[in-house]
């Protein structure tokens, strides 16, 4: 009874975050004063599913790019492989491993790629393009490493060399993100914080053939605007307020802080059948361009040498559409 009367204050709270910002609505004042937004990108289909709320449950390889605290619960160690066909004919994929050496230490490696097929160079004088043609990708490149310091509490950081391309020109940068969690003995309750891509401005390197301010012809520069990164603080909970041998019940609820945006609350619950198929859905109260609930599924399986799990979730975007995603994780392998 205990449980279910602590399920329901959670959506309570949740629903009511939703009516009441938790903090005033800055968003007019930050919205597009950060720049390499692919780091917003959900990385698993678990994630994007939960609509980016398992700050808490990341178990797998990917937990190093949601919260690193988290990568001491992965069983000895994970392969994570993620891929999306973002908008506008980009890719969204990503590639990480956790390796633990001891029970209470993990360490990590891991990739993250947005890019485009190459796009024709187009001009005033050559609207239909110069017969040139250039590329966009983003990546990221990042080293993991995590503790478990009590049976109840971890801490991870994350490490990352990030750099945003577009035609001749590079934005480089090295970000950090920090995390912990705390597991409370009751209902499976967790607690989480992670503040993530904290670091310095991307600076240019490279040049480029640019219109000049007068608008006459054009000119060569090789000095641009620093870029700021998407720097988020995250508090999250998750509590099973059902949980038997055949099955569980997961709810989430977690607020989100990002520096160029407004507050949002994510709410999420996720069922769980003898640990082998999952449900998931989710919500983010401050998305405007969502109009349904994120959706997905998943399968874990024993291969006799690891656990392989498969992910996939549905996120439909009111004007840009839906988007898929499949995740594809091996775990409890050793090397």
Known sequence: MTRVLLFLLLMVISLNAKAQPLFPNLGGQRTGISGLQFLKIPISAEQAALAGANTTTASDASAMFINPATAVEVERNSLSFSYSPWFAELAHSSASMVYKPTSDWAVGLGFIALNTPNMPVTTELNPDGTGETFAYGDISASLLLARRLTTQFSFGVTASFVQQTIASLQFRTYLIDAGVCYKIPFAGMRLAAVFQHFGGSASTKGRAEVVSPSLNG????????????????????????????????????????????????????????????FLRTGYNTGREEQTFPDLGAGLRYNIGFALLRLDYAFVNFKTLGATHRLTLSLGGFNL
């Open 218 to 277: 054009t000119e060569i520069r090789d000095s641009f605007d620093d870029i700021d990164p998407p720097t988020f603080f995250r508090l999250a909970v998750s509590i099973d307020p059902i949980s038997t041998p055949t099955q569980k019940l997961t709810v989430f609820a977690q607020l989100n802080h990002p520096n160029d945006n407004v507050e949002t609350v994510s709410i999420a619950l996720e069922y769980a059948w003898r640990q082998l198929l």
